[in-house]
């Protein structure tokens, strides 16, 4: 915008004293907001927020916004929806296939063997 860095500096402190800069308020809305939305599991929440770079410390407070509950709920309705929607025959191609789309959407691996075991026997 052009403005002198004294400016800059006086705004951005008065908006961090006004809590509207708040770094753990983000991370907070941000993981409620890919989990909800984008049905993201934790390892890609936490990657994305390590990306921006989001403290340790915030990282764990943003988790916690999460229901356990509601988290394998939600790996349980993703996973039934993508394994009928994989036209593949061979059982091996249709476990790989299923395991790579839970991984990439940051499920952890525990988690997706166990549902692999549980939909493709």
């Not at 403005?3 to 800059?8: G, L, R, T």
């Not at 990306?51 to 509601?70: H, M, P, Q, V």
């Amino acid at each position: 915008m052009g403005m002198i860095s004294e400016a800059i500096d006086e705004i951005v402190t008065h908006l961090i004293q006004q809590n509207y800069l708040n770094e753990e308020r983000f991370a907070q809305s941000f993981s409620r907001g890919k989990f909800n939305i984008k049905k993201w599991g934790r390892n890609r929440i936490v990657s994305e927020l390590k990306f921006r770079g989001i403290s340790k410390y915030n990282i764990k407070t943003a988790l916690k916004e999460i229901d356990d509950d509601l988290y394998l709920m939600t790996l349980d309705s993703l996973a039934k929806k993508r394994c009928a929607a994989i036209k593949e025959t061979n059982k091996q191609k249709r476990r790989k296939k299923l395991a790579d789309y839970l991984f990439y959407r940051g499920w952890e691996s525990h988690l997706v063997y166990e549902k692999l075991k549980e939909l493709i026997p």
